[in-house]
């Protein structure tokens, strides 16, 4: 489900809520913050990165169920936020499984943070076929779409890129991802089903001194090419060997593309 560490989730969430596309965050402030008290369940919790980013947009009463295979996760989750109008249940549930019993309470919106670039295009199907049905509203947050751009570039940034990407599409526990494609596939998947989209980038903006993430980050992303068998072992290495010093002198800055979306009914506006 998240299938993160409590490690890499805390590091990258800085990035993530900077990230965040104000202008989403604000339709879904608009679309619910006049309720009374809302029913909220995050998919793929992790360690409620996305309840700290949202629920000061929702000046109401809100109870989230908090849905991820990983009982460690859930337990920080579960302490994510202390507001006296905030109760947070964690449940334990396989995604690619239970799916359906995530979404059958009654909910006000269903939010979910870097999945959709992980799930198959039939989970996703199974997505909009329970959200349609419910007319549920949705807020997908910081999915991949395939962009990194490199600051200075290498001779080699294309090829691990497209490697990277290439491995995107591997099985990540749901069936063959949708990896970069997923944004267009969502947004597209809830505009024939007669819903509104409103759509942005959220790209992390990697500066030279964001060490620890670049490190990070370089080292999956060559992970993924030697999986993939993309580059000769030799250019990967070099690569890396390039792309770390120029990290280490402070030289090197990044910028990592993903979509915001907030998906919703065209019969709620």
């Not at 202390?82 to 919106?109: F, G, S």
Request: proline share 5%.
């Amino acid at each position: 489900m998240s299938g993160f560490s409590a490690e890499w989730l805390a590091l990258r969430e800085p990035f993530d809520l900077r990230a965040r596309n104000p202008r989403i965050l604000e339709a879904v402030g608009d679309l619910l913050g006049s309720r009374p008290s809302v029913r909220i369940a995050d998919l793929a919790c992790g360690a409620g990165s996305t309840v700290r980013a949202l629920q000061r947009r929702l000046p109401t009463r809100q109870r989230w169920d908090l849905i991820d295979n990983d009982p460690a996760l859930l337990a920080i989750a579960r302490n994510a936020v202390c507001a006296e109008n905030v109760e947070l249940k964690p449940i334990q549930l396989d995604l690619t499984r239970d799916l359906e019993m995530a979404v059958e309470t009654p909910l006000d919106l269903i939010t979910m943070s870097a999945l959709l670039d992980l799930v198959s295009e039939s989970w996703l199907q199974r997505l909009l076929r329970n959200v349609v049905a419910r007319a549920l509203p949705v807020y997908a947050a910081l999915t991949y779409d395939g962009r990194i751009d490199f600051s200075p570039v290498d001779p080699a940034d294309t090829a691990i890129i497209a490697a990277f990407n290439a491995h995107q599409g591997t099985d990540k526990g749901f069936g063959p991802a949708l990896g970069p494609a997923a944004a267009r596939a969502v947004i597209s998947g809830f505009e024939a089903s007669d819903y509104k989209v409103v759509y942005g980038n959220s790209d992390w903006v990697i500066g030279s001194d964001d060490r620890t993430m670049q490190i990070e980050l370089l080292g999956g992303w060559v992970g993924a090419a030697v999986e993939m068998k993309a580059l000769a072992d030799a250019d990967t290495a070099g690569w890396l060997a390039r792309r770390t010093r120029l990290v280490n002198e402070g030289l090197s800055s990044m910028r990592v593309g993903h979509v915001d979306l907030l998906a919703f009914p065209s019969a709620m506006r």
